[in-house]
């Protein structure tokens, strides 16, 4: 399976369980389809960098998962149909997903010791 990512924008006027349940079902077809999905990030509504469908402002989630093509093409159908997406964007990740590094407790460390340095 290779990764991909995809973001959409959901009409703004969709909140609540309405909101969760369009999150919900996307994940859904993924997981019925064989994907594997990795992450599923949030960032809220925001305004649009133009109007699209007539709204000038979308929630944008970006899903991050491993899938077949087949796959990626049952997602976007399901995406096409539904009124409440108003845009959507799927993205191959030729080198995989890469996961952002935990931070460490050696860099709060440094920074303690330059504090002191200073005194």
Do not use: C
């Not at 991909?4 to 609540?16: F, L, S």
């Not at 859904?28 to 699209?52: C, F, H, M, P, S």
């Not at 000038?56 to 970006?62: A, D, E, N, S």
Request: proline content about 3%; charged content about 30%.
């Amino acid at each position: 399976m290779r990764a991909y990512e995809t973001i959409y924008i959901v009409h703004p006027d969709v909140v609540g369980d309405g909101y969760t349940a369009v999150v919900d079902k996307f994940k859904e077809v993924l997981t019925d389809q064989g994907a594997n999905v990795i992450k599923v990030d949030e960032w809220g509504t925001r305004k649009l960098a133009y109007a699209v469908k007539k709204q000038g402002r979308g929630t944008y989630i970006l899903m991050a998962y491993e899938a077949t093509p087949s796959t990626i093409a049952e997602l976007e159908r399901r995406m096409r149909i539904d009124e409440q997406v108003i845009k959507f964007q799927t993205v191959l990740l030729e080198g995989g997903i890469e996961e952002p590094a935990p931070a460490t407790e050696e860099a709060s460390g440094e920074e303690g010791e330059t504090a002191e340095a200073g005194e």
